[in-house]
């Protein structure tokens, strides 16, 4: 059985391994993608694009006639149709 100070030098040759095959791959890797970029005339916008949830735009039901504000009935009623028959505001 090896001792700790041989499996310590072994974890250190490995590590030593490890960086220098992370540093060739990078270089080659780096390469790659600049090729790509360049043959299909990618920009950094589509590169990086942060893609989320598609949101769903949800119809008025509300409507108020004199400014022509509206409100989806989602979230915090609105100073205008507070205290007031929301049907009388219906769309």
């Known amino acids: 059985m090896a001792t700790l100070a041989e499996l310590?030098?072994?974890k250190d040759a490995l590590e030593a391994q490890i960086a220098e095959a992370i540093k060739t791959e990078r270089k080659d890797a780096i390469?790659?993608?600049r090729e790509l970029i360049a043959a299909f005339e990618l920009t950094e916008k589509e590169v990086f694009a942060k893609k989320r949830g598609a949101k769903s735009t949800v119809a008025a039901k509300?409507?108020?006639?004199?400014?022509?504000?509206?409100?989806?009935?989602?979230g915090r009623t609105p100073k205008w149709l507070a205290g007031k028959n929301k049907?009388?505001?219906a769309i």
Request: proline share 5%.
């Open 8 to 10: 310590k030098a072994q």
């Open 31 to 33: 390469a790659q993608v």
């Open 62 to 74: 509300y409507k108020n006639p004199q400014t022509g504000e509206t409100w989806t009935g989602r």
């Open 87 to 89: 049907e009388d505001f």
